[in-house]
């Protein structure tokens, strides 16, 4: 795709990364899944030499997203969650607009533009923790969850069953906590978006009616 990006007078790459820090060996070990976009940019790399620039975005787990389709751990519907370990592991999360936001100052924001020049970024809309969420929806819902709590080398060895079976969406859920705390970290900057923040509630408050069709509190 790089080859023909070049071929077409593209100037401008982004690849499909969006989510994990894959420039983490240890992420990459837990995730063997993220090798190929680890590949995908070592190509774009070596086309920089005929012009090609690149951005790739580390966004953590799609934060609004991720209520629709239980890839949390929170399933609205049914009132249950499933917590890692003690719940408290620190995750940097975006939503679709941070992300979006975050594309287009890139293109439009001609400071943003170089920073990101051929390099790694990181976004994010929140960092937070299993927990954290866990009381936003019991405020938001006004009702209790149950739930249960899942231990790191379990999910490790559920994910790799659900990786031999050909289930890569599950296999990238029970991921979801390797390594995605971006303020407590090092590695890819972290460029400041200039869109509208927005607090764990908030974004509990609007995702939970559109996925229950229940009110809030």
Request: with cysteine; aromatic share 10%; net charge positive.
């Amino acid at each position: 795709m790089a080859d023909a990006a070049v071929a077409a007078g593209v100037q401008w790459f982004i690849p499909s990364e969006f989510g994990h820090d894959t420039t983490n060996p240890r992420v990459v070990e837990v995730l063997p899944l993220l090798r190929k976009k680890v590949k995908i940019v070592d190509c774009l790399r070596s086309r920089e030499k005929d012009g090609l620039s690149w951005t790739s975005l580390h966004t953590g787990f799609f934060f609004d997203f991720g209520f629709t389709f239980d890839l949390l751990g929170f399933d609205l519907r049914q009132k249950t969650a499933a917590i890692w370990d003690n719940g408290n592991n620190r995750s940097s999360m975006s939503t679709f607009k941070t992300i979006a936001q975050a594309i287009i100052q890139i293109f439009t924001d001609p400071m943003s533009r170089e920073e990101a020049k051929n390099q790694y970024i990181r976004i994010a809309t929140v960092t937070t923790t299993q927990n954290e969420i866990l009381q936003a929806l019991k405020r938001v819902s006004g009702t209790k969850f149950q739930v249960t709590r899942i231990e790191t080398a379990k999910g490790k060895r559920l994910g790799d069953q659900h990786l031999a079976s050909g289930d890569e969406d599950k296999y990238v859920a029970l991921g979801k906590n390797a390594f995605l705390d971006w303020e407590n970290r090092s590695g890819p900057h972290c460029l400041t978006t200039k869109a509208q923040q927005e607090s764990v509630l908030d974004i509990v408050g609007r995702m939970y009616p559109k996925v229950t069709g229940e009110g809030v509190q």
